[in-house]
């Protein structure tokens, strides 16, 4: 396979992902969807890296799975403090955690 399907395969991903976010209201499968984006972009940075045939774009998908790894400590995070003070996981309900 070329560069070419695997930006079409990223592409998708990225796809299916906005579109999660976008549209459901369920705040672990808006996580999910975030997660799905963030693969689809180092699906694409190593398919880069493999057509020039450096190692400078898996560096940056081992950075980009590091902010991944953390997003989802704070989102849970906030995902349980929503579910202790409101018993949802509602992202309307989210917004109720402000001041």
Same mark, same amino acid.
């Given at each position: 396979?070329g ?29 999910? +969807?975030?997660e799905?984006?963030?693969?689809a972009?180092?699906? +694409?940075?190593?398919?880069? +890296?493999?057509?020039?045939?450096n190692l ?24 349980? +403090?929503?579910i ?16």
């Open positions: 396979m560069t070419f399907e695997y930006q079409v395969v990223a592409g998708l991903l990225f796809l299916i992902g906005a579109a999660g976010v976008l549209i459901r209201r369920n705040l672990i499968v808006v996580f999910m +969807s975030i799905m984006m963030l693969n972009a180092n699906l +694409s940075l190593v398919a880069f +890296s493999r057509q020039w045939g400078d774009g898996q560096v940056l998908v081992f950075m980009v799975i590091v902010v991944a790894a953390v997003e989802v400590a704070v989102g849970l995070a906030i995902l349980i +403090s929503l202790r003070n409101r018993d949802s996981v509602n992202v309307e309900d989210a917004t109720l955690l402000k001041w």
